[in-house]
């Protein structure tokens, strides 16, 4: 890594940046990402779930203090924002970190954050920093600790940089690949030159991912910063109970935005739906997210809470692992089983009414949507067709991976891998169901490890690069492809591991790349309407679901809003 005074150059390190892709760990993102975790009552208890009395004795206070106790389906693994992409982690930090900018709360429009002032010209960024904000530890925020938490992220010459095996996936696609350097002008200003034109930039600085860490506390902890993290976030941490699955924070009286509002912030994880929602009835949870369908009629039919729902910007989908599967090479095969899967039925009757169908990785309410897509229809008499045709008309077997904590966008996925394989039984497929909890099932997936598997996706900034990209694009160079073939081998170096289905279509790669470097929205919105026909038609993924955003909120918080994107905003809550 060059450095030419305060100049930061990523020319040295972008390929080394790249592979740190094969880490990664999905969610989504905060979406991501937001990711929540969930099990509905009658699947059992989750795999290190605490018991629920247990942990709510451990949360009490002795009344002096105002506690909002936030109840979800999982814990968090770490709280690093930039050693996960799982959503899990990203509700925890978005409460001890900022980013440069933010999301207006519950909105999609950009404000303010660390920087007061931000502009995108051609392929340069101008940023100016707010004064006078303090970390936790009681150090000044400045530019050289935006640079500091930039390089431990992508530039592996960097002292501190965190390590391959330790930063996700987010470092290259939200930074890394667009920033060729950092020009510090003082300790308040910055200018960064991109790559490229890059329409999403701006919009990247607000992803969770994209927090800034201080440069002191980068360097006394390291990668110890998972459990000790140093932000200038509303809260700070005060107790982390791995052991229990319970993360305290208490309110930062020195945060320069608004709030925080209550003294004290504490995380509780409990792994059933339904015994989380009771939870919430009986007044022992304020807010509780990672809703089901019967969980959400327990909130709703409680006396003192509120179920809330907001149209959610994400998607569900089962993809299809092109390079460890030959029999999903074939497109024929892909569409076969796009046709013989229920989704109608699997929305309206286990989702219960909380999702829509899905027909091309874009959520409707995302620019670039194409209204013109169906979602694939239900027929297997197609479905065979297409097999036999495609030369596996006697049926084949594979593995669907699937996590056993439902999520926002799959709120019963064992009972969804059940209906799939019920659904591809009747036209000879047989599937054997691999079902683990999320943390290994991730790790799982990002190897490549998989036939194919159940995920999703909550966005980090609305903007289709967000999806399109991030999720079906490999990211590697062109000498890693193969002239003729359409997938990439998880091995490739750069790969990214975001891209489960290890789809590799060139038209549609060259359309989301023209997507990103136009700033005018009606040439985006063309380009990406003319990708998604495109992935629709290929079909890496069964497109299953976009799913609305629920919360269950107890009577007594006020101020609480829901978000599809960032969030939550804990800061802006209030108990009576």
């Known amino acids: 890594m060059s450095q030419d005074g305060n100049n ?24 991501g990402g937001g990711e929540e975790t969930t099990t509905e009552s009658g699947e059992g208890t989750t795999e290190g779930e605490t018991d629920q009395t247990e942990q709510t004795e451990q949360t009490e206070d002795d009344g002096s203090n105002s506690v909002l106790r936030y109840g979800r389906g999982s814990h968090s693994p770490t709280l690093d924002f930039q050693n996960s992409t799982s959503g899990e982690v990203a509700k925890v930090t978005e409460q001890l970190y900022d980013t440069l900018i933010n999301f207006e709360p519950g909105q999609s429009t950009l404000t303010q954050g660390l920087a007061t002032e931000y502009s995108l010209e051609g392929e340069t960024a101008s940023i100016t920093l707010r004064e006078g904000v303090m970390f936790h530890n009681g150090e000044e925020f400045t530019a050289e600790d935006f640079v500091a938490t930039y390089r431990r992220f992508v530039d592996s010459d960097y002292e501190y940089y965190a390590g391959d095996d ?14 060729d350097e950092i020009q510090v002008d003082g300790d308040y200003s910055m200018t960064i030159q991109l790559t490229q034109s890059y329409a999403p930039f701006l919009r990247n600085l607000a992803m969770f991912a994209a927090s800034v860490h201080s440069l002191a506390a980068i360097e006394e902890y390291g990668t110890e910063l998972s459990s000790n993290p140093v932000g200038t976030g509303p809260f700070q941490l005060s107790n982390l109970d791995d052991a229990n699955e319970i993360i305290r924070l208490e309110a930062n009286s020195e945060y320069w935005g608004d709030g925080p509002n209550v003294d004290e912030v504490v995380f509780v994880t409990i792994g059933q739906n339904s015994t989380r929602a009771q939870s919430l009835a009986s007044g022992e949870l304020d807010i509780i997210d990672g809703l089901g369908a019967q969980s959400s009629v327990q909130v709703e039919n409680a006396s003192n809470a509120n179920l809330v729902r907001t149209e959610g910007i994400n998607i569900g989908y089962m993809a299809f692992n092109m390079a460890s599967r030959e029999e999903f090479r074939d497109r024929r095969v892909r ?18 009414g909380f999702a829509t169908q899905a027909s091309q990785p874009l959520p409707p309410n995302v620019l670039g949507h194409n209204d013109d897509i169906d979602p694939y229809p239900y027929d297997p008499e197609e479905a065979q067709r297409l097999l036999e045709e495609a030369g596996y008309g006697d049926g084949f077997s594979f593995e669907l991976a699937t996590f056993q904590n439902p999520r926002g966008y799959n709120p019963s996925p064992i009972q969804t891998a059940e209906t799939v394989a019920s659904n591809l039984g009747e036209i000879g497929i047989e599937v054997d169901i691999n079902q683990q909890s999320f943390g290994p099932f991730l790790e799982y997936t990002a190897q490549g490890r ?10 980090d900034n609305a903007d289709p690069d967000n999806f399109m990209y991030v999720l079906l694009h490999p990211q590697v160079e062109e000498g ?7 997938w990439v081998s998880f091995d490739a170096e750069g790969y990214n591991t975001s891209n489960r289905a290890a789809w590799a279509n060139r038209e549609y790669m060259d359309l989301v790349e023209q997507g990103q470097s136009t700033y005018d929205e009606a040439e985006r919105e063309s380009l990406y309407n003319e990708a998604n026909q495109i992935a629709h038609d290929e079909a890496p993924w069964v497109y299953l679901d976009y799913a609305d955003e629920l919360r269950g909120v107890s009577s007594r918080v006020s101020g609480f809003q ?12 209030s108990l009576n």
């Open 166 to 179: 330790y930063v996700s996936a987010y470092g290259p696609f939200t930074l890394g690949s667009w920033i």
């Open 562 to 573: 829901v978000a599809a994107i960032s969030g939550p905003y804990l800061n802006l809550v």
């Open 480 to 486: 890693e492809l193969t002239e003729g073939q359409d």
């Open 8 to 31: 930061v150059s990523r020319r040295r390190f972008l390929t080394a940046a790249g592979t740190a892709a094969a880490t990664a760990a999905l969610a989504g993102c905060s979406g």
């Open 335 to 352: 569409q076969a089983v796009s046709h013989a899967i229920n989704t109608e039925a699997i929305v309206n009757e286990i989702y219960s």
């Open 450 to 459: 998989h036939d194919a598997c159940f995920l999703g996706w909550y966005t």
